[in-house]
């Protein structure tokens, strides 16, 4: 097992590349794509990092009839935890160590990484046809010079939506917090920074619904492993030359920013309670949803459920019928949770809270230790 890092210079990397074979950007607009039949399985370059990459690089590694030699690169260990007493290590460096497959640490500094080249086996030219590169889940943007290292139709991204919608760095978490029924994984063509994150033609989508109460983890190994598979079958078409890669329709993109500190704030007048369990089940492994308390402090919701009318009566219970306005909460002692008005009539029971300062605690635990001054006829003010 090698963990290496290029050195050979970006500059003499262009030095050796022969000025004719390279095209013009002005002449790389979107078409359809071809991929002509190759002669041997291909050289892969693999991008990535988090448990989508891992997934998706574990069927791939399954797959022996359509690669010769996987490579990959991902981000270097770090120090973390308090007073750096702990190491962080990539995901998918791990299964590269329990695989045995070679790989790269890409420079941690992002200015640093646009002048990062691939690994030496990769630095011919004109590239090879049997040399490709895979990015899933990478977290960084590719810039144009190395995407160069590639031929046009050996430069693939999984990438876990149906684009056009969703384009950008988190596709899943906004599908489940918008409630979609149905997602699915694409595999795209990469393309120059002008094109825009995820522009690409699509070599193949397959579309996969999306189950009830779906929370973050279990829609990614799903459309990790869904992903790896549709992979191995695009290589296999294009092995055989009969791969072909469709335009997406830019008038129907839609995008998946970033997860931000913004988006875990909960919104009690505009968030009904359906959409502050879908944000919680989005976004929860990577930020807490959370409100504010009167004092300003903020108060991590945990494990939110939306009150549900009863069948046998539509009558709301005591409790809620004291909440007359979105952001009004109070206990409910028949449920032991914290009870919260949202926006659209509807009711959000919270078991567990956590306050800026203090412990995870209960939500009973909580109220009998909240200031009386904060308390109305029984009820709070939460969030602005």
Known sequence: MRFLRSKVSMSAARKRRPHVYL???????????SSVPVSAPFNILFLGRDEFSVLVLEQLY?????????????????K???????????????????????????????????????????????????????TASFGRMIHDRFLDFFPVSRRLNVHPSLVP???????????????????GVCILEMKEKRYGADGGEVWARKSIPVPPKSDFSGLRNTLGVEGGRLLASVLRDMIAGT????????????????????????????????????????????????????????????????????????????????LHAPGIATYDPTTR????????????????????GKLTTSSKQWWAGLKPEWISARVIKLGA
């Open 23 to 33: 095209q013009s950007r002005a002449c790389r607009a979107l078409h359809t794509l």
């Open 62 to 78: 399954q797959q022996r009839d359509v690669w010769s030699e996987i490579t990959v690169a991902t981000q270097p260990d770090y």
């Open 80 to 134: 973390t935890g308090r007073n750096a007493s702990r190491v962080a290590v990539s995901p998918l460096k791990i299964k590269c160590l329990e695989l045995g497959v070679e790989t790269h640490h890409i420079p941690r500094d992002k200015s640093a990484f646009k002048n990062w080249l691939p690994p030496s086996q990769f630095l011919d030219m004109p590239p090879s046809s049997n040399n490709l590169l895979v």
């Open 165 to 183: 919608l969703y384009r950008g760095p988190a596709p899943i978490q906004h599908t489940i917090a918008d409630g979609q029924e149905e997602s």
């Open 243 to 322: 791969a072909t890669a469709a335009p997406q329709d830019d008038t129907k993109a839609t995008r998946a920013p970033f997860i931000t500190q913004g988006s875990a704030s909960v919104d009690f007048h505009t968030w009904d309670a359906g959409r502050v369990e879908r944000v919680y089940r989005a976004i929860s492994q990577q930020k807490p949803i959370f409100t504010t308390t009167p004092s300003g402090k903020t108060l991590q919701l945990h494990s939110p459920q939306s009150y549900v009318h009863s069948q046998q009566s539509t009558d709301l219970p005591k409790p809620l019928k004291a």
């Open 337 to 356: 949770m914290l009870a919260v008005r949202c926006a659209n009539d509807t009711y959000l029971y919270i078991p567990t809270v956590k306050q800026e």
